[in-house]
């Protein structure tokens, strides 16, 4: 049985698609873009939290907590390790933790940090503070509706330097979260969104964001888009595959 839900063409021309990206930086002009593709995106070095973090996963899976399976897929955890370890921010943000396991990755490079976790559901609340208490103390997780602890958190960073959007699929949602934290941005900071291509939705708010003025480059990485806003540097989106 096949078990796609598209046909064999239209799947064949998804692969297609993303066979034609950039792969190792090949066709990239930009220093700093390849520099990024090669250092980061292509990355394949093991790290010592990986193995940390993937072990607090199957703790969680173990004590029955399927919120463990829901959180960030392993390959990109480690994605988001590179990139906050590669850009060393120090006022971090992320809007939806499942069970902790994101917020791991993204807190793990480095103890001197200001970490704020926003959730909404009690039981990720719980989880997700398990999962930090067991590995990285210096994250604070906010409980309560985003539209309430979305501005409280953005106001006490400040200016924030690196956003991690993991909260919904739901594209006016992400549209908020999106306006709020680019109200607090400086020209380093670094959004990291997932599920760019979830629904037709998220693909259109990614095509948005993509041609905003204030976006200067973007790496699609087809579910994951990573936006920069750094004004040096010559507008761009780069298709990377991933």
């Keep these: 049985m096949n078990v796609f839900p598209f046909s064999n063409t239209w799947r064949e021309t998804i692969l297609f698609y993303r066979f034609l990206r950039h792969r190792k930086g090949f066709g990239v002009h930009s220093p700093f873009a390849f520099s ?24 969680l899976i173990h004590r029955g907590n399927s919120l463990a399976k829901k959180d960030i897929k392993r390959s990109h955890g480690e994605l988001l390790f590179r ?51 067991k590995y990285h103390s210096a994250v ?30 739901e594209k006016e949602k992400n549209r908020f979260y999106f306006e709020e934290a680019i109200k607090h941005i400086q020209p380093d900071t670094v959004f990291f969104m997932e599920g760019i291509r979830a629904n037709q939705e998220m693909r259109q708010l990614w095509t948005e964001i993509c041609y905003r003025k204030d976006v200067i480059l973007t790496f699609d990485l087809y579910h994951i888009g990573i936006i920069i806003f750094q004004p040096r540097f010559y507008k761009k989106n780069y298709l990377v595959y991933f």
């Excluded at 704020?116 to 990720?124: A, N, Q, T």
């Excluded at 400040?158 to 909260?167: I, K, L, N, R």
């Design 140 to 169: 604070k997780v906010c409980p309560g509706d985003y539209e309430q602890t979305l501005p409280a958190a953005l106001q006490e960073l400040g200016e924030v330097d690196f956003v991690f959007f993991q909260a919904t699929q």
């Design 83 to 133: 990139t906050v370890n590669y850009f060393k921010p120090k006022k971090l943000l992320q809007i939806g933790s499942p069970a902790g396991i994101a917020a791991l990755y993204m807190t793990a490079y480095a103890s001197d940090l200001k970490a704020l976790v926003l959730e909404k559901e009690p039981l990720s609340v719980e989880t997700t503070a398990w999962s930090l208490q």
């Design 36 to 59: 990024f593709i090669t250092k980061v995106i292509d990355e394949r070095c093991g790290y010592y939290s990986y193995q940390d973090i993937e072990l607090i996963r199957r703790q």
